[in-house]
């Protein structure tokens, strides 16, 4: 007997979608991740303020979604227009890949330089002990 609270047996929280309403949520999704990808790729290109962290996060999250719709529909069964869309998408993710590789390779000489100056400037003598006597 269904007594309100418990889910009735013969009802479902989330309704069956036909084939096409799936493959058409699965391209939403396809885009929203193009479009955060695009969007990440074109900043870190221009926008030296840009927040890597901030955009990694909503990337990693459509990205989760796409994961999860993708095993819902199941691979196999995509229609063309998905796989042109996951095509293209991979594209997009390798692009996005080299220029953020190409951004941490900047970053990280930058440190090394600064590293290597500073280095520099404590060893040659300014701020040494016998320049400025002990002090205590």
Excluded: C, W
Aim: charged share 25%.
């Amino acid at each position: 007997m269904y007594d309100g609270y418990a889910v009735a047996p013969s009802r479902r929280l989330v309704p069956d979608l036909d084939t096409g309403e799936r493959v058409a949520g699965l391209l939403t999704i396809i885009e929203r991740v193009e479009h955060a990808i695009e969007e990440e790729t074109a900043s870190i290109r221009s926008d030296l303020q840009f927040d890597v962290a901030g955009s990694n996060i909503r990337k990693s999250r459509h990205l989760y979604d796409l994961t999860r719709a993708l095993k819902a529909h199941g691979i196999a069964d995509l229609p063309a227009t998905a796989k042109d869309s996951l095509a293209r998408l991979r594209e997009k993710l390798a692009e996005n890949q080299t220029v953020i590789t190409a951004h941490l390779s900047a970053v990280t000489e930058v440190a090394a330089m600064m590293q290597t100056a500073i280095q520099r400037a404590e060893a040659d003598g300014t701020y040494s002990e016998s320049t400025f006597g002990r002090s205590f």
